[in-house]
């Protein structure tokens, strides 16, 4: 079945492997407990010593609106085969968490 996406959803803007570990969460029944995930970047851009921080609003709006639609929950389901009792705690997920950031505009050093 082939799957067209009429919404602006970015939910599936992930990589697999944060679905798979979604599913093992709440498959092991840990999908309560706090969980720490991170914002980052592989390499600094241009090959200068720093980036700036930017983006911050995006990424608030970004958690503030997560939901999978049902669109993103059909391609989870039918393409990928995800049960449908999986799916159905994702159709009720949101983000409740709290976000810890640097200050926008600061610079971001790298290792």
């Known amino acids: 079945m082939e799957?067209?996406?009429?919404?602006d959803s970015l939910s599936l803007h992930?990589?697999?492997?944060?679905?798979?570990?979604a599913e093992t969460y709440w498959r092991d029944?840990?999908?309560?407990?706090k969980a720490v995930f991170e914002l980052f970047f592989r390499k600094l851009p241009f090959d200068n010593?720093?980036?700036v921080f930017a983006g911050l609003e995006k990424a608030i709006e970004y958690l503030s609106d997560f939901s999978f639609?049902?669109?993103d929950?059909?391609?989870l389901k039918d393409e990928l085969g995800y049960?449908?009792?999986?799916?159905?705690?994702?159709?009720?997920?949101s983000f409740t968490g709290t976000l810890h950031s640097m200050r926008e505009g600061g610079n971001c050093l790298c290792e």
């Open 73 to 75: 929950l059909a391609y």
């Open 14 to 21: 992930t990589d697999l492997y944060q679905i798979n570990m």
């Open 29 to 33: 029944g840990i999908h309560e407990k």
């Open 69 to 71: 639609t049902e669109s």
């Open 83 to 93: 049960k449908s009792d999986f799916i159905d705690y994702l159709s009720g997920l």
């Open 3 to 7: 799957h067209r996406f009429n919404d």
């Open 49 to 51: 010593g720093f980036a």
